[in-house]
């Protein structure tokens, strides 16, 4: 019988750093944790912004009351919204409607000068007010005394209403619950009137007209508060 070969045991041996897998593995492994770092910080890339608190209404003064500090992530479109890292900037206005709980857009506050509305408070007919509340969106007619009849005494005559504003804000009424809105009767209310119609606003409540507020059907801007 002849003699079979006996295959010799080789001596494992430790890896080396020279060993291709493990370089390979250890690259693998870097990697991976690389890529779960970046990820884990841009989740949490957050930048302070302000939002409404309520809605906001062009033409009032933007305080800390009408805002709330939220954390966005926004990348590049941050330098578009109102920052919360420096604080509220002083003496802002609000110069677009902005929605309650939306982030305030950088076009929509600005400085006095730029402001498009002023709250202008008005003697108005009290029954057209009774049904009005902060936010209520309404047209305004004004009703201007008529030119006396020479020789005439008495009451006086008015030249029918005419349509002055369309569309502006209730921004406050009265909080006296005793006006019961009955003839003749009038209430104040706070409404935004564009800046270039004031001035014949007040001229209107300077000769006596009569003022009287028509709620547009299914408008209702945002709440003040």
């Not at 020279?18 to 690259?27: A, E, K, Q």
């Not at 109102?82 to 003496?91: R, W, Y």
């Not at 006086?156 to 009955?182: C, I, K």
């Amino acid at each position: 019988m002849s003699d079979l070969p006996h295959p010799t045991a080789q001596r494992l041996r430790k890896p080396s750093w020279r060993d291709s897998r493990l370089l390979i593995g250890l690259l693998l492994v870097l990697a991976s944790t690389a890529i779960g770092a970046y990820a884990m910080s841009r989740a949490d890339d957050r930048v302070p912004m302000y939002a409404a608190k309520a809605g906001l209404m062009a033409g009032q003064p933007l305080t800390s009351e009408d805002v709330v500090r939220v954390d966005a992530q926004l990348g590049d479109a941050g330098r578009d919204y109102l920052s919360a890292e420096g604080g509220l900037p002083a003496q802002f206005f609000v110069l677009r409607e902005v929605r309650a709980g939306e982030l305030i857009p950088m076009s929509a506050v600005g400085p006095r000068d730029k402001a498009t509305a002023q709250p202008v408070t008005l003697q108005v007919d009290a029954t057209s007010a009774s049904t009005l509340q902060a936010g209520s969106v309404v047209d305004v007619y004004v009703n201007r005394p008529a030119a006396p009849v020479k020789g005439s005494v008495g009451s006086t005559d008015f030249a029918g209403p005419n349509l002055a504003l369309e569309g502006v804000t209730v921004v406050g009424l009265s909080q006296d619950d005793n006006v019961m809105g009955g003839a003749g009767d009038t209430r104040p209310v706070q409404v935004m009137v564009p800046k270039d119609k004031v001035q014949t606003l007040v001229g209107d409540v300077d000769l006596g007209a009569k003022i009287t507020l028509v709620a547009v059907p299914g408008a209702v801007a945002p709440k003040t508060s």
